[in-house]
């Protein structure tokens, strides 16, 4: 396995770093594109088990997050992440000429990346989803949701903590062991970017009907974080070719956890399958 970084400027010059794990002669590539306040390092362990099967896998860490540039936890608008992940994939597509790019967002990046490819700002032959937060675990109150969508407006870059437990990213204590000890992961999140994941996850699954090609969707049971019913309500909304794994044990980060080796096995068997397989 070859590994390669870089940085790439995004479409407003602000610089993302980059990292790729890379096949001798890929099948196809992964565009991995992370959650909330962690980085693309965190998928090495996916990368591992992905290219000796065939797929080289690229991730860019997202502005405001890893060693990418922008304020950490801050979002203007949802559509900057939408742009950030077209640009890389308009890098990707010219370093690996003749691949298929299969976009991966988990999390935050699964909604990133069903909005993008709903916007047209991807047009991939299919794509993979994991854990999609569509709807988190925890509901917000509303008298706090009303006071965070005021300050989204009044004191939009204002930031506070985003409560996450390491101890819920998977059921193996080394994984919230690492993301504890990792210096390019935050726990930051400021109002604008929350009402601007609350409208785009709202709006994706409003829209979920217009989806036009096949998607994977990984569910996991256990997920501490986000509430599997929004990957369930995808599900029943699209119309078009797709596929549900369910893992009914496993924690937020399927490809961190300990059944990780079922994940991948399934993650394999439908990229193989192709994407103009009947249904």
């Excluded at 790729?20 to 362990?45: D, I, K, S, T």
């Excluded at 990418?68 to 949802?78: A, D, F, K, T």
Aim: glycine share 8%.
């Amino acid at each position: 396995m070859r590994g390669r970084s870089g940085w790439v400027p995004s479409w407003d010059g602000t610089w993302l770093s980059w990292r790729a794990w890379e096949a001798e002669e890929p099948r196809g590539v992964l565009l991995v594109v992370h959650g909330l306040g962690e980085h693309a390092g965190r998928y090495g362990r996916l990368a591992a088990a992905m290219v000796p099967r065939g797929w080289s896998c690229w991730a860019a860490d997202l502005r405001g997050m890893g060693a990418s540039e922008g304020r950490r936890g801050h979002l203007e608008r949802w559509s900057d992440w939408v742009r950030d992940v077209r640009r890389f994939h308009e890098l990707v597509a010219t370093e690996v000429p003749d691949r298929e790019v299969v976009p991966l967002g988990h999390s935050f990046g699964g909604v990133i990346v069903t909005t993008a490819v709903l916007s047209g700002d991807l047009r991939p032959r299919r794509f993979v989803l994991s854990n999609p937060a569509f709807r988190l675990r925890d509901r917000v109150p509303l008298p706090k949701l009303l006071l965070g969508r005021v300050a989204s407006r009044a004191v939009p870059a204002l930031t506070l903590p985003s409560g996450l437990d390491p101890e819920t990213l998977a059921r193996d204590p080394a994984v919230a062991e690492a993301y504890r000890a990792d210096p390019l992961v935050h726990d930051r999140i400021s109002a604008r970017l929350f009402a601007e994941w609350e409208a785009a996850a709202g709006e994706a699954l409003r829209l979920a009907p217009r989806l036009e090609v096949p998607f994977l969707v990984l569910v996991s049971g256990g997920d501490g974080l986000v509430d599997h019913t929004g990957s369930l309500e995808l599900d029943r909304r699209a119309a078009c070719r797709h596929t549900l794994r369910f893992y009914p044990a496993a924690a937020h980060e399927p490809f961190n956890d300990l059944d990780a080796e079922a994940v991948f096995r399934d993650l394999t068997e439908w990229l193989e399958d192709g994407p103009d397989q009947p249904a």
